[in-house]
């Protein structure tokens, strides 16, 4: 592998030049380079397709955009590509066109989304596959803690400039002596788009890499303690404020107020609703609004610090006039825009979903099982036709060779001798000629095959692309009916709380005089409300009955929980109960003991089952019904968390 040698020192430099592996040393080398625990800057690696000496990506321009920074390195096809193949953990190769580059340590071996892959298949993609290289080697490169060129011994000056405006992913600034440098959107914090960082007019300083033009303001950027002043700042407690949704549980969603300030709301702040499942409304990425309440100090390095609390549950999305987000530096725009009402999405409208990117791997990215073909022995010259060797022909031939003519035979033997060897001649002229001829059969079988292979792999290719292209868009539509449920229970909550305070009754009205066919209304009418049209016809009510306790039970818990009860039984008639783990679905037991046996009504053989309509609440409420062997259901009563009877 062609690379620059690093001289001696506490840290190796960064290669400044294009390595390649042309050899199966080469790439063994390089195998090892990269799984080296200790290896302390990122490497972009690049493969060269099989039909063409040099890759799609143009390495020396992904290199102009990261020197100092990381290392680029060409893995060239055939035995090369085979060895570097076989000496990567599984999963993580690059071949036959393919890119990514491996940040430092070895997570990637273990997690590969650490480790994008990118395909690259003519010059168009291999633009776009450049730029993502680029953004993913400096992102290791920030991650790892690198900054500035290797090109020059010479401290990085500190200099200070003027924003010009930002382009995608980069930041125009100007110096005071009127020199144009970039900001690059990985060198700065990760999350966070340029345009939400820096703003046109701000003045910024950072460390000036000459070298590649680029200004790292890394030493400006807040770090955790100053975002949390900064909330602590701009957020007083009741306020209304955006914030990001960082990460989804079944019963918790934690949010972001800053990129390093995250708040865990749990599921009794967000909806009230036991039975909800938070990964069902919320989408990571997605902007929502909380309020700010009383915070409680978490104990820290430093000493006990303070985090601001959050609860989504009262927010009004009509009433409440939200906080911009703040400022991650003095003159910045906020970090976070503000939730847009989607108009579109209340109306069942789905916008269309972002164009997925065409280069990205959706195919395996582990080589074929099969070891590469080994090469085929040179064939053997054929033997010059001597007499001798036409003589020995016609001896291994024994029987299968044509007797001579006995008119051919002349005394002494040698015109017989001579017409013999003529006609043998003819006879390996003729079967050369077979042999050719079938040679060039199989070639061309094996030509169209290979044809047909080609043609094989270009449909695997674009049928790849339209199954990540329908699996964007499916994501895409997921997270607005995320979006779209959480907006709709937001209203309900608020529409409920408005009949409250105009004393107009909640809930509908009670249309049957007997308690059991207002229950079938209810349950039906919770039925066709909690599961959409697209899915009725695969999570139908099941046949059910009603125990004679139960009407007068579910009497007694409420109109609020009356809801749940309602929600759960739906679950239970539809067969998805068992899904819901905040449900805490058990049979019940004839004892207190974990080894009592099951409760089983005698009369019928139906068994008693039980679960949670509420949790973390004193005597919390329970639903019990019986499953009878038929697998229709009876509901029994809604009892309290003591009441183990069925």
Same mark, same amino acid.
């Given at each position: 592998?062609?690379?620059?040698?690093?001289?001696?020192?506490?840290?190796?430099?960064?290669?400044?030049?294009?390595?390649?592996?042309?050899?199966?040393?080469?790439?063994?080398?390089?195998?090892?380079?990269?799984?080296?625990?200790?290896?302390?800057?990122?490497?972009?690696?690049?493969?060269?397709?099989?039909?063409?000496?040099?890759?799609?990506?143009?390495?020396?321009?992904?290199?102009?955009?990261?020197?100092?920074?990381?290392?680029?390195?060409?893995?060239?096809?055939?035995?090369?590509?085979?060895?570097?193949?076989?000496?990567?953990?599984?999963?993580?190769?690059?071949?036959?066109?393919?890119?990514?580059?491996?940040?430092?340590?070895?997570?990637?071996?273990?997690?590969?989304?650490?480790?994008?892959?990118?395909?690259?298949?003519?010059?168009?993609?291999?633009?776009?596959?450049?730029?993502?290289?680029?953004?993913?080697?400096?992102?290791?490169?920030?991650?790892?803690?690198?900054?500035?060129?290797?090109?020059?011994?010479?401290?990085?000056?500190?200099?200070?400039?003027?924003?010009?405006?930002?382009?995608?992913?980069?930041?125009?600034?100007?110096?005071?002596?009127?020199?144009?440098?970039?900001?690059?959107?990985?060198?700065?914090?990760?999350?966070?788009?340029l345009s939400r960082l820096l703003a046109r007019g701000m003045r910024v300083r950072g460390r000036l890499d000459?070298?590649?033009?680029?200004?790292?303001?890394?030493?400006?950027?807040?770090?955790?303690?100053?975002?949390?002043?900064?909330?602590?700042?701009?957020?007083?407690?009741?306020?209304?404020?955006?914030?990001?949704?960082?990460?989804?549980?079944?019963?918790?969603?934690?949010?972001?107020?800053?990129?390093?300030?995250?708040?865990?709301?749990?599921?009794?702040?967000?909806?009230?609703?036991?039975?909800?499942?938070?990964?069902?409304?919320?989408?990571?990425?997605?902007?929502?609004?909380?309020?700010?309440?009383?915070?409680?100090?978490?104990?820290?390095?430093?000493?006990?610090?303070?985090?601001?609390?959050?609860?989504?549950?009262?927010?009004?999305?009509?009433?409440?006039?939200?906080?911009?987000?703040?400022?991650?530096?003095?003159?910045?725009?906020?970090?976070?825009?503000?939730?847009?009402?989607?108009?579109?999405?209340?109306?069942?409208?789905?916008?269309?979903?972002?164009?997925?990117?065409?280069?990205?791997?959706?195919?395996?990215?582990?080589?074929?099982?099969?070891?590469?073909?080994?090469?085929?022995?040179?064939?053997?010259?054929?033997?010059?036709?001597?007499?001798?060797?036409?003589?020995?022909?016609?001896?291994?031939?024994?029987?299968?060779?044509?007797?001579?003519?006995?008119?051919?035979?002349?005394?002494?033997?040698?015109?017989?001798?001579?017409?013999?060897?003529?006609?043998?001649?003819?006879?390996?002229?003729d079967a050369a000629r077979a042999r050719a001829d079938e040679a060039e059969r199989e070639l061309a079988r094996?030509?169209?095959?290979?044809?047909?292979?080609?043609?094989?792999?270009?449909? !695997?290719?674009?049928?790849?692309?339209?199954?990540?292209?329908?699996?964007?868009?499916?994501?895409?539509?997921?997270?607005?009916?995320?979006?779209?449920?959480?907006?709709?229970?937001?209203?309900?909550?608020?529409?409920?709380?408005?009949?409250?305070?105009?004393?107009?009754?909640?809930?509908?009205?009670?249309?049957?005089?007997?308690?059991?066919?207002?229950?079938?209304?209810?349950?039906?009418?919770?039925?066709?409300?909690?599961?959409?049209?697209?899915?009725?016809?695969?999570?139908?009510?099941?046949?059910?009955?009603?125990?004679?306790?139960?009407?007068?039970?579910?009497?007694?818990?409420?109109?609020?929980?009356?809801?749940?009860? !309602?929600?759960?039984?739906?679950?239970?008639?539809?067969?998805?109960?068992?899904?819901?783990p905040g449900l805490e679905l058990h049979r019940l037991r004839r004892g207190e003991g974990g080894g009592d046996?099951?409760?089983?009504?005698?009369?019928?053989?139906?068994?008693?089952?039980?679960?949670?309509?509420?949790?973390?609440?004193?005597?919390?409420?329970?639903?019990?019904?019986?499953?009878?062997?038929?697998?229709?259901?009876?509901?029994?009563?809604?009892?309290?968390?003591?009441?183990?009877?069925?």
């Open positions: 592998m062609t690379t620059t040698s690093a001289p001696p020192a506490a840290r190796p430099a960064v290669p400044t030049a294009v390595g390649h592996v042309r050899s199966e040393a080469d790439a063994a080398g390089l195998a090892r380079h990269l799984q080296d625990p200790g290896r302390s800057w990122p490497v972009v690696v690049v493969s060269t397709p099989r039909d063409r000496g040099h890759p799609y990506v143009d390495p020396a321009a992904v290199l102009e955009e990261v020197r100092g920074l990381a290392e680029v390195v060409v893995v060239h096809d055939g035995d090369p590509s085979w060895a570097f193949s076989h000496a990567m953990p599984p999963g993580t190769q690059v071949y036959g066109g393919a890119s990514r580059v491996y940040p430092v340590g070895l997570a990637w071996v273990h997690d590969l989304a650490r480790s994008h892959l990118w395909l690259a298949y003519d010059d168009v993609r291999g633009a776009q596959v450049r730029d993502r290289l680029v953004q993913d080697a400096l992102t290791a490169a920030a991650a790892a803690g690198l900054a500035g060129s290797s090109a020059s011994d010479a401290p990085a000056a500190t200099v200070t400039a003027t924003v010009l405006g930002t382009v995608g992913a980069r930041a125009l600034v100007q110096t005071d002596d009127g020199t144009t440098l970039q900001v690059a959107e990985e060198l700065t914090l990760p999350g966070v788009p000459a070298a590649t033009g680029r200004l790292d303001v890394r030493g400006m950027l807040p770090d955790a303690a100053a975002q949390l002043r900064r909330v602590a700042a701009a957020y007083p407690v009741g306020a209304v404020v955006p914030a990001r949704v960082a990460a989804v549980a079944d019963d918790a969603v934690t949010l972001e107020l800053a990129p390093a300030v995250r708040v865990r709301v749990h599921r009794d702040h967000v909806t009230g609703n036991d039975l909800d499942l938070l990964g069902d409304l919320f989408s990571v990425g997605e902007v929502v609004l909380a309020r700010v309440v009383e915070g409680r100090p978490v104990p820290g390095p430093a000493g006990p610090v303070v985090t601001p609390g959050l609860r989504l549950d009262d927010v009004d999305d009509a009433r409440d006039e939200p906080l911009p987000a703040l400022a991650l530096l003095d003159g910045g725009p906020p970090w976070l825009e503000p939730p847009v009402h989607d108009a579109a999405a209340d109306d069942g409208a789905g916008s269309p979903a972002p164009a997925p990117d065409p280069e990205r791997a959706s195919v395996p990215t582990t080589p074929p099982n099969a070891a590469p073909p080994a090469a085929a022995p040179p064939a053997a010259a054929p033997e010059r036709p001597t007499p001798a060797v036409l003589a020995r022909r016609a001896a291994s031939s024994g029987a299968d060779s044509p007797a001579p003519a006995a008119h051919d035979t002349a005394p002494g033997g040698a015109p017989s001798s001579r017409k013999g060897a003529l006609n043998q001649l003819r006879l390996s002229l094996l030509r169209t095959a290979h044809r047909a292979l080609e043609l094989e792999v270009a449909g !695997l290719r674009d049928h790849a692309q339209e199954l990540r292209a329908r699996l964007d868009d499916r994501t895409a539509r997921v997270e607005q009916l995320k979006t779209r449920l959480r907006k709709a229970q937001k209203s309900e909550r608020a529409l409920e709380s408005r009949l409250a305070e105009a004393g107009v009754e909640d809930g509908p009205r009670r249309l049957f005089a007997d308690a059991v066919e207002q229950l079938r209304y209810d349950v039906h009418r919770t039925w066709a409300e909690t599961v959409p049209a697209e899915e009725k016809a695969r999570y139908p009510l099941g046949p059910y009955a009603v125990g004679p306790q139960f009407c007068a039970s579910l009497a007694e818990v409420g109109r609020g929980l009356e809801d749940k009860v !309602l929600r759960a039984v739906v679950l239970v008639l539809t067969g998805r109960a068992h899904e819901v046996p099951h409760l089983v009504r005698e009369s019928d053989g139906a068994a008693a089952w039980r679960l949670a309509l509420q949790v973390n609440t004193p005597q919390a409420r329970r639903l019990h019904y019986w499953r009878l062997p038929s697998g229709a259901v009876e509901l029994s009563r809604v009892v309290l968390h003591d009441d183990t009877e069925p």
